[in-house]
């Protein structure tokens, strides 16, 4: 029984920080990969960070480019979102999700879901 877990959303500030967690459990992380995706009110559910290939070729959406980081504790079996220099933009619920091996960075491709974790950004 595949669960995910995202937490550590909230309300802060322009250019503040905040890191998400996701805690998963059900699958083994040898065979399987963590992706992050995000959802504004009315807008298509996007891919923010993917794993998109067997060789480790991760992939972060330009929009988040070179602000957010992705770390884990494989052991652990945590996957986190470090998000820095937020911007009003990034509002959105995020999630993390789940799927067999690897592959494109788009939601349809991704079976396992979590409830996902509200960030709002606002001064």
């Known amino acids: 029984d595949v669960q995910l877990q995202a937490s550590g959303g909230g309300l802060v500030q322009p250019g503040e920080s905040l890191r998400l967690a996701c805690a998963a459990s059900?699958?083994?992380?040898?065979?399987?990969?963590i992706g992050w995706f995000r959802q504004a009110p009315g807008k298509e559910r996007e891919g923010i960070f993917c794993?998109?290939?067997?060789?480790?070729?991760?992939y972060y959406a330009d929009s988040v480019k070179g602000r957010f980081t992705i770390s884990s504790d494989d052991a652990k079996k945590m996957v986190y979102l470090q998000m820095d220099n937020l911007k009003p933009e990034d509002t959105a619920r995020y999630y993390c999700a789940a799927r067999f091996y690897r592959g494109p960075c788009r939601p349809d491709l991704y079976p396992y879901w979590g409830q996902g974790t509200l960030v709002t950004i606002s001064s």
């Open positions: 794993i998109t290939s067997g060789e480790g070729r991760a």
């Open positions: 059900g699958f083994s992380f040898d065979d399987h990969a």
